[in-house]
C-alpha cells in the first residue's frame, strides 16, 4: 500500500514569490493535513481538509491557503512568501478526521526562501 | 493558551540504558494525547494514542503514560536503532493538534 507522496521534495523560492504543494494521500484516506516544521517552532498545524471542505485552521496568515480534491489529494499554497516561511512543510492523511484517526504522515516538502 | 512541552530537549545514552521523556500539557479539554517518533529526511510516524489519565500502551521497547498534566515515554534498554526525534502531540477540545518540539535521542552502541 502506497503511503503518503509529497511534491516536489526540495524547492527554492524568492521572497515574494508563490508556491503550491502537492499531497497525495493514503489511498481511501479522505482527510488530509498540513503542518509547517521549523527548528524554532517545531510542528504547527496549518489547516485540515475532510471531504474537499476546510474542517479546522491553525494560526497562520491568510497567505497560507489549500484546497482539497474529489480524489483527496491536496495542494497547499503560500503567496507573497517571506524569509520566515522556510520550512519543512509536511502532510498527513487519516481515514476520517484527524482527531479520531491515527495519521500518517509524507516525507514532506523542504522550502527554502531566499 | 493550549502549550505542549517537552524535556529534555536531547538525550543520549549508552545501549540498553534505560530511560524516559517527558511531555507535559496545559490544553482546555484534553481529548487525546499522541506520541510520535520521527527520523531524519522522513515524517512522523505514528506511536501511540492515550485518551485518559491512568492509561498506559506498550510497543517493543516503548511505554507511554498518562497522568491529568503529562506523560511519559518510557524506554527499556534502547537499542541504536531507537535513535530519532520523538514527537509529543495533543487533541484540544476544539479538535486542533499541537505539538511539542521533541526530544532528540541519540543511543549510543
Known amino acids: 500500500k502506497a503511503g503518503v507522496t509529497q511534491t516536489p521534495r526540495y524547492l527554492i523560492k524568492t521572497r515574494g514569490q508563490q508556491v503550491t504543494l502537492s499531497c497525495s494521500p493514503i489511498s481511501g484516506h479522505r482527510s488530509v493535513s498540513w503542518y509547517q516544521q521549523t527548528p524554532g517552532q517545531g510542528l504547527q498545524f496549518l489547516f485540515e481538509y475532510f471531504s474537499e471542505t476546510q474542517r479546522n485552521k491553525g494560526n497562520f496568515p491568510g497567505r497560507f491557503s489549500g484546497r482539497q480534491f474529489s480524489n483527496s489529494r491536496s495542494e497547499m499554497n503560500v503567496s507573497t512568501l517571506e524569509l520566515g516561511d522556510s520550512a519543512l512543510y509536511l502532510c498527513?492523511?487519516?481515514?476520517?478526521?484527524?482527531?479520531?484517526?491515527?495519521?500518517?504522515f509524507g516525507a514532506g516538502t523542504r522550502l527554502s526562501v531566499l | 493558551e493550549d502549550q505542549v512541552t517537552q524535556s529534555p530537549e536531547a538525550l543520549r545514552l549508552q545501549e540498553g540504558e534505560s530511560s524516559s521523556l517527558n511531555c507535559s500539557y496545559t490544553?482546555?479539554?484534553?481529548?487525546?494525547l499522541f506520541w510520535y517518533r520521527q527520523d531524519p529526511g522522513k515524517g512522523p510516524e505514528f506511536l501511540f494514542t492515550?485518551?485518559?489519565a491512568g492509561e498506559e500502551k506498550e510497543k517493543e521497547r516503548l511505554k507511554a503514560t498518562l497522568t491529568k498534566k503529562e506523560s511519559f515515554l518510557h524506554i527499556t534498554a534502547p537499542k541504536p536503532e531507537d535513535s530519532a526525534t520523538y514527537l509529543c502531540a495533543v487533541q484540544a477540545r476544539d479538535d486542533k493538534i499541537i505539538f511539542g518540539k521533541g526530544t532528540r535521542l541519540h543511543i549510543l552502541p
Open positions: 492515550l485518551y485518559s
Open positions: 498527513a492523511s487519516s481515514r476520517g478526521l484527524a482527531a479520531k484517526n491515527i495519521q500518517y
Open positions: 490544553v482546555s479539554g484534553l481529548r487525546g
